[in-house]
């Protein structure tokens, strides 16, 4: 397959707001020629993809096509289906995170995971949000942590929804403060990158909006990458665009591009509606 | 006739008929309520649940002993059963695939499986002939080894329904696997797995075969464990037997105790469940 990395001609000086090229940014993630089976059965065939530090990445591409698949490879969630077995390689800062003797926790500690579905344990708000920080042991004091778990909710904008009731059961949350919560959970053992597989597919769409704010605030701070079936989404919250189409990465540049100019016409009929 | 009719008919035909099924089920559990109640309620006061067994001939008296004795070899046999019960549950929902956890799980069912008067004869060979005396101890091991399959499958079953989203989600927080278990999923399947817990006690309670040569009786007060002990089960089946009309009445009160016992187990374990998943509901 060709990796496609062509883009709209670089300016001499780039317009103030415009985003870097992907290869004027440091790389928070390179991937090299990964392959993941389920099985016999390859799931993904030989992605090269470099995801640029602070700038939010989207996946996109019809069901089925890998791209959950592949963002859970970078944080070696799918370790714990049986059967699965992956080539190549993913290196986080410069190390490959797939190398024998590679600490899954501190990986998983490095590059935090919304899920498609908010997931909060059966605890009250405050212990979903300081779990992580509990179980890695990142706060010295009760006050230390209660600070963290304050700084956590305010990142992900749910601060002032839940502030009066830390020690209620999460699960009488709203399913979009739910969401929000499972987000400060994740930032709260501050994690350098932040993957989302599809956070506001079961949302409404002021939920959802809520969520693309959310994740526009955080890019400053955080490398994000996004799965979503939702092209709009992807559009309106991302820099770069990778398009996946049956296991393989059919194009990856910049989202204006991908949307408006497609180098490929699997992309262009993609982005157009004319499949998925 | 057209075939909304014949719908509608064959409709209330199967629905009448799981009624009356249900009608068949409830129908001895009605009787035998009703008939331990009658026969137990005249015999039942005060001094049942508080005087000794009297002399044969001598009118009155209590099973206070064996109701103190039934409590405490049930209660042994949860300290035997709930640790294994959970702990094995809890190791055959997690290595659900492997060739261990199945034959842990199929031990289990055989477990459940053998007759209780036959886990009492083993109990009698390891724990009572060595020390050459029946205790309530002897008797609390043969009721551990009777709930060790109940615990252990309800375990294993509520720990599968937990979503496994919980668990990816404390995984991805950088939780081992052990500590995502422990702090996560196990806590979610609690209410269920207390709820069993209780089932589990309710149901040996009654039990009196694997009693008869463990625990065997005692006439007097004794709460030490290496001693024999009497329990109401043994004690209702001991008077029940015996020629004397006053202790058939004592055995029907006996019953009873027994009956209020099982259901007030039975009830604890509605409410435990109902109040521990509101508080994790947060209603």
């Not at chain 1, 016999?40 to 890998?66: M, N, Q, W, Y």
């Not at chain 2, 089960?233 to 027994?258: C, K, M, N, S």
Request: charged residues 20%.
């Amino acid at each position: 397959m060709t990796l496609v990395h062509t883009s709209v001609p670089a300016l001499a000086v780039p317009p103030r707001d415009a985003p870097l090229e992907p290869w004027q940014r440091p790389v928070a993630i390179d991937v090299e020629r990964l392959n993941f089976f389920y099985g016999a059965k390859r799931a993904l065939e030989d992605i090269s993809v470099r995801i640029s530090s602070h700038l939010v990445t989207a996946f996109i591409g019809p069901s089925g096509c890998g791209k959950s698949t592949f963002l859970r490879t970078l944080n070696r969630m799918n370790d714990i289906i049986p059967g699965t077995r992956v080539e190549g390689k993913v290196l986080i800062e410069g190390r490959d995170i797939y190398a024998p003797g590679t600490d899954v926790v501190a990986l998983r500690r490095r590059v935090g995971m919304v899920f498609q579905k908010s997931n909060p344990f059966p605890k009250t708000i405050f212990e979903n949000v300081a779990y992580g920080v509990r179980i890695n042991g990142l706060t010295r004091s009760r006050a230390e942590l209660e600070e963290r778990v304050e700084e956590s909710l305010q990142s992900a904008a749910i601060w002032d929804e839940v502030k009066d009731r830390l020690h209620d059961s999460a699960l009488a949350l709203s399913g979009g403060q739910q969401q929000r919560l499972c987000i400060a959970r994740a930032l709260a053992i501050r994690p350098e990158i932040l993957l989302m597989d599809e956070p506001a597919s079961a949302l409404d769409p002021i939920a959802t909006q809520r969520i693309e704010e959310l994740i526009y605030s955080l890019k400053s701070s955080y490398t994000i990458v996004i799965v979503t079936h939702n092209m709009q989404q992807a559009a309106r919250v991302s820099d770069r665009t990778a398009f996946f189409w049956l296991g393989r990465l059919i194009e990856y540049g910049a989202t204006d591009r991908i949307f408006t100019n497609p180098a490929e016409k699997l992309t262009e009929d993609y982005v157009t509606g004319r499949f998925g | 006739m057209n075939r909304d009719t014949r719908r509608r008919i064959l409709s209330h035909v199967v629905i009448t008929l799981c009624g009356m099924a249900i009608l068949v089920a409830l129908v001895p559990l009605v009787l035998v309520l009703f008939h331990v109640i009658s026969q137990g309620i005249s015999s039942l006061n005060f001094a049942f649940f508080t005087e000794m067994p009297r002399p044969v001939g001598e009118p009155g008296g209590g099973m206070a002993n064996a109701i103190a004795g039934s409590l405490i070899v049930t209660l042994l046999g949860a300290v035997f059963a709930i640790p294994i019960g959970v702990m094995s549950g809890i190791y055959a929902a997690e290595y659900s695939g492997t060739r261990i956890a199945g034959a842990v799980r199929f031990a289990a069912d055989t477990l459940n499986g053998v007759p209780s008067i036959v886990i009492g004869v083993f109990v009698y060979t390891i724990a009572v002939l060595p020390f050459r005396s029946f205790s309530a101890l002897a008797g609390g091991l043969a009721l551990g080894i009777m709930m060790i399959p109940l615990i252990m499958r309800t375990t294993e079953e509520l720990l599968r329904l937990v979503p496994p989203t919980l668990r990816e989600g404390a995984l991805a927080l950088g939780a081992t696997r052990a500590r995502a278990v422990f702090t996560v999923v196990v806590p979610a399947a609690l209410p269920g797995i207390l709820t069993g817990i209780l089932l589990a006690l309710a149901r040996i309670a009654g039990e009196t075969a694997p009693l008869l040569f463990t625990a065997f009786n005692n006439r007097f007060w004794s709460t030490d464990v290496t001693q024999p002990i009497s329990t109401l089960t043994v004690q209702v089946f001991t008077y029940a037997i015996a020629p004397y009309e006053d202790w058939h009445r004592q055995a029907w009160a006996g019953a009873l105790v027994l009956v209020m016992m099982v259901f007030i187990c039975s009830l604890l374990a509605r409410l435990a469940t109902a109040r521990m998943e509101r508080m994790q509901r947060g209603g």
